[in-house]
């Protein structure tokens, strides 16, 4: 996934966004912070422009303010954003060969999912091949998703710390996308307690008609849950008998072997 940036300057460039690009850039060159008038001078823009610019930055976490100085520095934000950047990237490349030596062996869809502000999105997906013709799962790369109305979204709610569990149950409305969505969050909550124990979670047709779904969890090399994979496929091809008795292991082992490649010993 190299891409470059574009060699010339867009005819349709916002030019809000090229200041504060300006505005972040500049600051990257000052390790020890810059002061609002040298900043100022720096982005050739008004004290008092650089200053609102500045507010609306910090508010966000891209930009923070010494308390003594008063100087501004890059915020912690960028460091949230570019840490999760490396790790999806990283993540999709060390996973593509488990995916799809996983997907020509099923002969089903396979996601790999990561949750990001409450919704899951989807990383990585190779579709079915030999049946199924005419059927195409809505899932695509960069999709997001409600968490609590799909497997993989599931598997990552479970493993979210209590604190975080009890936030997203708070400030989430779990919305019923088809008749056999959870939608409630005292249901919802015993199903994390059976999912998180067993180690694998089922969506019995909850995002779409006609359609489960299997997943399980990816831990990188401290043990925690980053990203989940799942098997997805038509009720007619992932009965329940065999998701029981052949799926849920595929997926399982296949989760564990990604975890394994990313440093995981537990």
């Given at each position: 996934m190299n891409e470059s940036l574009p060699k010339a300057k867009p005819t349709n460039l916002i030019q809000t966004i090229e200041r504060v690009a300006d505005i972040l850039d500049a600051l990257a060159q000052y390790p020890g912070g810059m002061s609002l008038g040298e900043?100022?001078?720096?982005?050739?823009?008004?004290?008092?422009?650089?200053?609102?610019?500045?507010?609306?930055?910090?508010?966000?976490?891209?930009?923070?303010?010494?308390?003594?100085?008063?100087?501004?520095?890059?915020?912690?934000?960028?460091?949230?954003?570019?840490?999760?950047?490396?790790?999806?990237?990283?993540l999709r490349e060390e996973a593509r060969p488990f995916l799809v030596d996983l997907a020509q062996r099923i002969k089903e869809t396979v996601h790999l999912v990561i949750l990001d502000q409450q919704e899951i999105v989807y990383i990585d997906k190779l579709d079915a091949v030999n049946h199924d013709v005419g059927f195409r799962m809505t899932s695509r790369v960069g999709l997001r998703v409600p968490a609590h109305a799909c497997a993989s979204g599931k598997i990552l709610l479970a493993h979210l710390s209590e604190e975080d569990l009890k936030q997203f149950i708070a400030t989430k409305e779990l919305k019923k996308i088809t008749e056999n969505t959870i939608s409630d969050p005292e249901i919802l909550k015993e199903q994390l307690k059976k999912i998180r124990a067993q180690g694998f979670a089922l969506d019995e047709q909850e995002?779409?008609?006609?359609?489960?779904?299997?997943?399980?969890?990816?831990?990188?090399?401290?043990?925690?849950?980053?990203?989940?994979?799942?098997?997805?496929?038509?009720?007619?091809?992932?009965?329940?008998?065999?998701?029981?008795?052949?799926?849920?292991?595929?997926?399982?082992?296949?989760?564990?072997?990604?975890?394994?490649?990313?440093?995981?010993?537990?």
């Open positions: 900043l100022s001078e720096n982005v050739q823009l008004p004290k008092g422009t650089t200053h609102r610019f500045l507010s609306s930055l910090i508010y966000f976490g891209f930009v923070r303010q010494e308390t003594t100085t008063k100087h501004y520095s890059l915020g912690f934000k960028l460091v949230e954003l570019g840490n999760r950047l490396l790790n999806q990237l990283d995002r779409e008609k006609g359609v489960r779904c299997v997943a399980a969890p990816i831990r990188n090399e401290s043990g925690k849950v980053v990203a989940a994979i799942s098997i997805s496929g038509t009720t007619v091809h992932l009965t329940k008998k065999i998701i029981e008795n052949e799926l849920r292991k595929e997926v399982v082992a296949t989760a564990l072997a990604i975890s394994r490649k990313l440093g995981f010993r537990g």
